[in-house]
């Protein structure tokens, strides 16, 4: 795989790990893939399962992709790319339905929908099709990582203010409630998602100026 | 760019379209049992919440083996009647299973599947599902009476994706909750489903529950489905309840 015996973790392989994280995170930096951030993140669970899948997905299409670069032709590559990544949707949905039937109902759609989550055709097409397998299987847990990331600090927001738990389990003492506090039911609305997606945007660019565009 | 000839193209797009096709039924085949068997235990599960059972599912250590052993030591029978309210021979759990197919065609060739269930006091109780519409997709439940056929002990009802916090409070005990104690017949025996209505339902009627204020299509949706699944009762019903029904009013 590295012909060129560049250390596997080398500084520039752990820049595709970390990178999508922070400065070039998929969700706030390039804002791919907002409609499943809106959708499955009312409350944790779902949402990890979301991002597992998804870096699951994403990992191995990246190296398969990778793997057959070179002889796929260039003018069906997004057919190619498509057929990979249907494939490997379809493969986490069956087992999830086997596995996590709970969790299989609550995603719905969404396991489906992974397929046009454009973070994945978006790293295929710019970075698996040019780059070495073990390189992209780096940029495919790095960019879904970023993706999971942002999904779960979402989600931890609005099941914690939407329905008072963390993971199903009440945080929110009782005795608050008899004081009168109540659960923001907008929370679990897709809007606040936004809204909170929004918020973690203007944080992070204002403690990276880096990000923010010169007018 | 390298030039890929148009034969090629067509063998890379056969052999990738085969393999992948095969992968597929593959993983489909060895998962297929497992997940039937899923989407069967959820029944099961739904048919016991309406009797008010299963109640300990989330201290259970193996939820598949709790849900059988608890459906086999409740549900004591089942049975399916036709339109006309005769018993006819048919597997009950099944037609529950295929109950969309079942409600898309007319009520008179539907079957009606019943389930009965008889708790340690002998308490008997008749369940049966129910399908329909909400806003966005399916909304679907399973109502337990009493054994006059006629009072409501209890329903559960569950949706594909109605909107939260508002269609999809279906699925909650408040909602479900109103469905206790009501009755689907009036007094002279006629029938009057359940009335879902808005702006809340007067206390004292004995056909209706309150509304989810913001949910009123899913709401509709709802009554219609309780309307439309049970008035194929309605003969099995007055048959098989009118025992009861009759000594009530002869005293």
Known sequence: MNSDNEPLFSAKNLKLLKEPLGSSNPITVQVLGICSALAVTVKLKPSIVMAISVM????????VISLLRKRIPPRIRIIVQLVVIATMVILVDEILKAFAYEISKQLSVFVGLIITNCIIMGRLEAFAMGNKPWPSLLDGLGNAAGYGLILIIVAFFRELLGSGTILDYQVIPNSFYEFGYVNNGLMILPPMALIVVGIIIWIQRSRNKDLVENR | MKQFSNTYIFIFSMVMVLIVAVLLSFVAMQLGPRQEMNVQNERKQDILRSVGKAEKLKEAEDRIAYIDEEFRTYISDSYVVNYEGERVDADAFAITLRIRDEVSEAPEDRLYPVFTYTDEQDEVMY???????GLWGPIWGYVSFHADMNTINGAVFDHKGETPGLGAE?????????????TIFDEKGAFKSIRVVKGGADPDDPHGVDAISGGTITSKGLEAMLKNCLSGYINHFKMQGNLTYGMNHSI
């Open chain 2, 127 to 133: 369940i049966v599902p129910v399908y329909g519409k």
């Open chain 2, 170 to 182: 279906i699925n909650t005990d408040w909602f479900q909750e109103a469905f206790r104690g009501k």
């Open chain 1, 56 to 63: 699951a997905v994403l990992a191995v299409s990246n190296v």
